[in-house]
């Protein structure tokens, strides 16, 4: 008898056991109003190659209760998109090979679904691309340049590169007016050509951040900064009178000038979020930064913190790409507290895990429980159906 209502109570407890599991796990899946997926242009998927491969995302967004895509419209100089303005080879080759424009495709479907559709779009990076049309057009004038005249791309190993490490990527230079009217046309012509795409998705809105990073221009002589593209030094020398290859002299002058750098990316963000919300008030604006909020603003002048206390976009994704579980919570409890007038979302590293499928549920779990405004994982290859076992 003893024996029986012990295996009751047993029984019972993991009942309820399970309950609280099932409950829990749950409240955390439905902890964040967003999830997303970053869907690149150089994913195996091939998404947008084939009929089938649209109706496969589709159905894999919703199997992991994903509501929102960060489609990569416009990658090194090249459109993914149907452009009149860019070069869209790219483009073609899948239309060609789907025999339709599964990009108008993917739009339709994953509006019938309550999907969001977002346009990524690389903002000031090239990538290793040195044939894209703006440099055909303008030179190598319209890139930014470190503080010993050279790109950012690696063309030449010097004494110097021993000791840090460059992004290796062409990276266009934010303080030159002709980069402006570059940008803001491709983006104009995005949001025009595209009615049902829910915003845009800024990535590479930023100078290039080397490893390892100085916090700013006075300390040049111990690692790299750009900002020393010939157009940007040109507008600081005629607003300052300063040069700032050769005459700043003290800590005022320096501080000075990474704050133009810094002016420059904050202006560009802020024209292009004038110019969607001039057409739209309801697109919105996000971008993927650099999630410690010291070296996006000291190293990449990229001051995210900044755009979301003014509301110039709507939120930021941080790329917290990282094994480190200790490390992802520093990150999300100090981000949190720089929403401002806008969001935090929380980007994380799939492809770092995806063989770890615990690590991620571990950290996922962790990120969720501090209620980010929205959860987004980089990339899609790597959604396992393991992962996603655990995301339902």
């Known amino acids: 008898m003893k024996k029986k209502i012990l295996v009751l109570l047993l029984a019972g407890y993991l009942f309820s056991l399970s309950l609280v599991f099932a409950q829990n796990k ?27 491969g649209v109706n496969n995302l589709i159905a894999l967004c919703k199997k992991a209760k994903i509501n929102e895509i960060y489609l990569q419209f416009f990658q090194s100089g090249n459109a993914y998109y149907d452009s009149k303005i860019c070069d869209k080879t790219k483009y073609d080759a899948m239309v060609k090979a789907a025999g339709m424009d599964t990009l108008d495709l993917l739009l339709r479907e994953a509006q019938e679904n309550n999907i969001k559709v977002f346009a990524w779009v690389n903002i000031l990076s090239l990538g290793k691309n040195d044939k894209a049309g703006i440099l055909k057009k303008y030179g190598s004038s319209i890139l930014t340049l470190d503080q010993y005249q050279r790109g950012s791309k690696t063309e030449s190993i010097t004494e110097l590169d021993k000791y840090y490490l460059r992004e290796d990527q062409i990276f266009l230079e934010p303080g030159d007016p002709r980069i402006e009217e570059y940008i803001l046309t491709i983006i104009n012509e995005i949001i025009n050509r595209y009615p049902l795409i829910s915003g845009v998705h800024l990535d590479y809105i930023r100078y290039p951040s080397p490893v390892p990073f100085v916090p700013g221009s006075r300390f040049k002589k111990f690692g790299l900064t750009y900002g020393y593209g010939p157009k940007n030094v040109e507008r600081f020398k005629d607003k300052t009178g300063l040069n700032p290859l050769d005459t700043l002299n003290n800590e005022d002058e320096y501080l000075a000038w990474d704050n133009w750098k810094r002016q420059q990316v904050t202006d560009l963000v802020r024209k292009i979020s004038n110019l969607v919300k001039v057409k739209s008030a309801d697109l919105v604006v996000s971008c993927a930064v650099i999630p410690l909020t010291e070296r996006a603003y000291a190293n990449a002048f990229q001051d995210w913190s900044a755009w979301l206390e003014e509301g110039i976009i ?9 094994k480190d579980n200790q490390f992802a919570k520093e990150i999300v409890k100090s981000s949190l507290g720089h929403r401002g007038k806008g969001k935090v979302y929380i980007g994380i590293g799939l492809f770092l895990m995806k063989n770890s499928p615990d690590l991620f549920f571990n950290q996922y779990r962790m990120i969720a429980d501090f209620a980010p405004d929205g959860i987004v994982f980089f990339s899609i290859d790597d959604l396992t159906d393991q992962i996603i076992g655990y995301l339902n």
């Open 314 to 322: 709507d939120y930021v994704v941080l790329m917290s790409y990282t």
């Open 26 to 52: 749950e409240a955390l899946v439905n902890a964040c109003p967003a999830r997303g997926i970053w869907v690149s242009v150089f994913s195996n998927r091939k998404v947008l190659y084939t009929k089938d």
